[in-house]
């Protein structure tokens, strides 16, 4: 019987194909990777804290540790590279390409999601009222973007460098400027992504 992969090692999946090209790289790339890549370093303390959370709602007692740990860890995370991501949760194939001030608050989004530096996505006012975005499957943010309100943004979105976006966008637009609005309507960005989420993902 095959065994389902894990989100980690889903988005691991993810990084070894965008980076150097291979779903298996030999050891002593990946060791060097492993040290170096900070995008890693906080994507795989966020998949952490997710399985110590659940490790807890099932056991206090063992899940008291792990919990304890990703705290320490996440507070290096906040502290170093200045990434706060915890509250939110997100589909496997996730991809930070460059660490610095991206805050993602307590919104949901799909799996195949990839995003720069500086990037802010949570709470917010538009015209729907207050509340955060939710987020679908392949989408890719650019640097400098902010997402805020009780938005939708569709599956295969791409949300351009520096945009401002508090309005919901449909499946597979491009989307760019402050106010952000929708400049594509039919805009392929697999490019951009590099990877494609595949249902039998399967270690």
Not at 135 to 159: C, E, K, L, Q
């Amino acid at each position: 019987m095959t065994k389902q992969k894990s989100d980690f090692r889903i988005d691991l999946d993810k990084y070894y194909h965008l980076v150097p090209g291979s779903a298996k790289p030999p050891l002593g790339w990946r060791i060097r990777f492993w040290i170096f890549n900070f995008g890693l370093h906080c994507v795989a303390c966020y998949r952490f804290g997710k399985y110590a959370d659940r490790l807890y709602a099932k056991s206090k007692v063992l899940g008291f540790i792990p919990r304890c740990l990703h705290v320490v860890l996440s507070y290096f995370v906040h502290m170093v590279h200045h990434v706060n991501i915890d509250a939110a949760t997100i589909g496997p194939g996730f991809n930070l390409g460059h660490v610095g001030t991206i805050y993602v608050g307590p919104t949901v989004i799909g799996r195949n999601f990839s995003l720069g530096h500086n990037v802010t996505i949570g709470i917010g006012h538009s015209e729907a009222g207050e509340g955060i975005p939710t987020i679908g499957d392949d989408v890719w943010v650019g640097i400098g973007a902010v997402i805020s309100g009780p938005i939708t943004i569709g599956n295969r979105v791409t949300i351009a460098n520096g945009c401002i976006l508090s309005r919901s966008v449909p499946d597979g637009c491009l989307v760019a400027g402050n106010p952000g609005r929708v400049v594509l309507a039919d805009y392929d960005n697999s490019k951009l992504l590099g990877w494609k989420f595949h249902d039998d993902a399967t270690a």
